[in-house]
């Protein structure tokens, strides 16, 4: 049975396949938004990072610049829909539109001696990916998610009035969800090497669901630093290390579904012939029995994060403006290849191809009095997926979005800010299904994906 399909699962098993929203705002599986101040800018915040505790993340040297002790609780909830419509039947899928909440909390503690410590627990990468379990690409998954949160305890240092770094240790904890079915027709009948479909059974025929868990941990680091050349320009770079999860004890878990269908033909098997009009369900059950090649199972996997690179800077215009302009780079190309161990099985070697990306993030912020700020943004970057990866499970491509914010004190200790960001996906062409190839090509792509997300952020800061 090598032919068995649950391979696709494990694309989900490690494409990353799998937590927060589908397709959070940056490229690949990654998530930029763990703060409503930095969302309303476009991220752009590495050199001058929201005093609120996010600078954990997105530059750890910013704590070391907080005069109060500051808590920051926070929300982000993605809405993201899209859709694939086959390009020979025009039959269309929809994602199924839910809004996932993505939360954060953030403690930084200004020290004497210019030290300040603090605690971030935010998820910068993940995804959730949720089609009907009738879609055209069930067989290569109708439901993934992936949640990678990270919980950082972070140092910074003032060295003098311009310079300041930070770092902090990420600990990391992964879990992974992927559901699909299986294809009756490209299956090997047992004690041959023909598949169903060449007996007669028709393509695309449901008679399995699969459904993998997987859980594992790993550490890395997070790395900034921030120079104040004038009081009007200051410079910042941050470095997030890539870390690599190995999920050992993975639970496979199998159900056959029932076809109704019965052997168009007669087929010659070893321990005998099969008469036509036999079914089909009772040929393939003992493929589900206990110790059988579906019975439920483990498996194990590898699930790689790349690192990321940022550098910016900020201009306060005049006493209100500040503008901000992020470079982003991320080392997708580590997910290049992903190797699957299953029980039973055996292991399958997929090959997912990511390249490295580059985003472009442009922010703008305007106080007015009474501690209140408007705050817009922009970016934009290129898709981490290669053409032949673009699948139901990551229906990803080339974005440009769009923020806008707001904050307010509402009294002397406590603030609040909100944020909203649209992301416009450029429509990409993709497959839903492997071609019958254990590698496949843009050349099976067969259809057109189409994507976009609404995002709402909210967060709490208080100072004491």
Not at 45 to 66: E, Q
Not at 159 to 178: M, Y
Not at 385 to 391: H, K, L, M, Q, W
Not at 425 to 432: C, E, F, K, V
Request: charged fraction near 15%.
């Amino acid at each position: 049975m090598h032919r068995l399909r649950v391979w696709c699962a494990a694309t989900g098993l490690a494409l990353g396949a799998l937590a927060l929203p589908a397709t959070a705002s940056a490229q690949g599986y990654g998530v930029y938004e763990h703060g409503a101040c930095a969302m309303g800018r476009g991220g752009a915040t590495v050199a001058d990072p929201c005093l609120d505790g996010s600078s954990m993340f997105f530059n750890p040297a910013g704590i070391a610049h907080l005069e109060n002790k500051v808590v920051n609780a926070g929300v982000t909830f993605i809405a993201a829909g899209g859709n694939f419509t086959n390009q020979a039947t025009l039959e269309r899928d929809d994602l199924k539109r839910t809004a996932i909440p993505v939360p954060t909390f953030f403690l930084a503690i200004p020290l004497k001696n210019r030290l300040a410590l603090g605690l971030g627990v935010f998820a910068p990468y993940g995804l959730e990916t949720e089609w009907e379990e009738t879609a055209q690409g069930r067989f290569l998954g109708y439901n993934a998610k992936i949640a990678a949160i990270y919980i950082q305890p972070t140092v910074a240092y003032k060295v003098n009035d311009w310079l300041s770094i930070g770092g902090g240790v990420d600990f990391n904890i992964v879990s992974v969800e992927l559901k699909q079915h299986l294809d009756l027709s490209e299956q090997i009948v047992p004690g041959t090497t023909t598949t169903f479909a060449a007996f007669g059974l028709p393509n695309r025929t449901d008679f399995a669901d699969v459904q993998l868990d997987g859980s594992g941990t790993t550490i890395g680091y997070n790395l900034g630093v921030m120079a104040k050349a004038t009081d009007w320009i200051s410079f910042g770079v941050r470095y997030l290390s890539r870390q690599k999860a190995t999920l050992d004890g993975g639970e496979v878990k199998i159900s056959q579904i029932e076809t109704g269908l019965f052997v168009p033909v007669d087929l010659p098997l070893p321990g005998g012939t099969v008469p036509a009009g036999t079914p089909v369900d009772a040929i393939v059950a003992p493929l589900f029995a206990d110790g059988g090649t579906l019975s439920d199972q483990g498996a194990n996997t590898v699930l790689r994060f790349p690192e990321q690179l940022v550098l910016g800077t900020a201009l306060q215009v005049s006493p209100q403006i500040k503008l901000l302009v992020d470079y982003q780079y991320t080392n997708w190309s580590v997910f290049e290849v992903l190797p699957i161990e299953f029980e039973r099985i055996g292991t399958v070697t997929l090959q997912e191809n990511f390249v490295e990306t580059h985003a472009l993030r442009l922010g703008g912020e305007y106080a007015f009095s009474g501690d209140t700020q408007l705050r817009l943004g922009f970016l934009t970057h290129g898709a981490a997926a290669p053409a032949e990866t673009v699948t139901p499970l990551l229906p990803e491509g080339a974005r440009s979005e769009y923020t806008i914010g707001f904050g307010t004190r509402i009294t002397k200790g406590l603030r609040f800010d909100a944020a909203y960001q649209y992301i416009d996906q450029a429509d990409r062409r993709g497959r839903s299904t492997d071609g019958g190839t254990d590698t496949p090509t843009a050349g099976v792509n067969d259809g057109l994906y189409q994507f976009d997300a609404h995002l709402f952020g909210l967060s709490l800061i208080y100072n004491f």
